[in-house]
């Protein structure tokens, strides 16, 4: 079997900023929302049958309290935010499995997912959907992989050093050097991307890479000054590390087969009409399950 597990965030933030505004016919703003769910029905019919969603119900998590810069909700529009229930409420009337994070992000939710997931010898690929550079950490072999699923693209373990030029295991590392602007937070100056990956495809973690003195024998723009840079942001270095590490030890669930999609719930046909109700045109067609 194939498991499926989809960035949910992602989804509605997407689909919100490629859609067109719509309004049920209760005034709320459903657009993003549907979007979501004609996506899932698509995978729904071209035969997953092992999926769960995971959503940042709140979009703060313990990464707040360590760094203030950190991501949070400010920004994202209100009508945007809104939909974030109700899309969870609509997947779940969808029949499906939904992680909605709170202490946690939902990036740590997919993140365990996998990791348990991959531990059923049923399974045969754990496909991570999303094209989230932090997920690039739980990639293993061809086995669990990232499919961007806008872009018809699969990564697997090679594909990650081909991008990032570092195996998943120092992605966290790689990220935290580098810094992750949509996370919130700056990296070390001065330590891009190619020298980065030059850097640690040689030594793996930060903590293997000398302090002293510069001939680390990679092919690094200013080595001397990177390591500088290093010793005296040492702690931050850590500390980014620390934020872009994925959590894996939520219990989400027992089986894998608590992720089956059994079909859809009593209310989806009612909820369904709601969301289709002003539904015209070239908006797509009604939410039907398969």
């Known amino acids: 079997m194939q498991v499926y597990l989809i960035d949910g965030t992602y989804e509605l933030f997407r689909h919100y900023h490629a859609l067109p505004k719509l309004q049920d016919s209760q005034g709320r703003e459903v657009a993003a929302v549907r979007g979501v769910l004609t996506s899932m029905l698509a995978l729904l019919r071209d035969g997953a049958t092992h999926i769960a969603v995971a959503t940042d119900h709140v979009i703060e998590s313990f990464r707040n309290d360590l760094w203030p810069g950190y991501k949070n909700g400010d920004g994202v529009p209100a009508d945007l935010m809104a939909q974030f229930p109700l899309l969870e409420e609509a997947l779940r009337?969808?029949?499906l499995v939904v992680w909605a994070m709170e202490e946690f992000e939902a990036d740590d939710a997919l993140a365990a997912g996998a990791a348990l997931a991959a531990r059923d010898p049923d399974v045969e690929k754990v496909l991570?959907?999303?094209?989230d550079k932090d997920l690039a950490q739980c990639v293993v072999g061809d086995r669990v992989v990232q499919f961007d699923r806008r872009k018809r693209e699969e990564r697997d373990e090679a594909?990650?050093?081909a991008k990032f030029g570092v195996p998943?295991?120092?992605?966290?590392?790689?990220l935290a050097l580098v810094g992750d602007t949509a996370d919130?937070?700056?990296g070390l100056q001065g330590w891009g991307a190619k020298s980065t990956a030059a850097v640690l495809a040689k030594y793996g973690h930060i903590e293997a890479i000398p302090l002293e003195g510069s001939n680390w024998g990679v092919r690094a723009t200013n080595p001397a000054a990177l390591a500088e840079t290093l010793r005296k942001g040492y702690d931050n270095?850590?500390?980014f590390r620390t934020l872009a590490t994925l959590r894996t030890d939520t219990p989400l669930f027992k089986s894998v087969e608590e992720l089956r999609w059994q079909g859809p719930t009593e209310v989806f046909t009612s909820l369904a009409a709601v969301l289709d109700a002003n539904v015209k045109g070239s908006r797509g067609g009604r939410l039907s399950p398969p």
């Open 93 to 95: 009337a969808l029949g």
């Open 128 to 131: 991570i959907c999303t094209p």
């Open 159 to 161: 594909g990650v050093v």
């Open 168 to 174: 998943p295991a120092s992605i966290p590392d790689y």
């Open 184 to 186: 919130g937070y700056p």
């Open 237 to 239: 270095a850590l500390l």
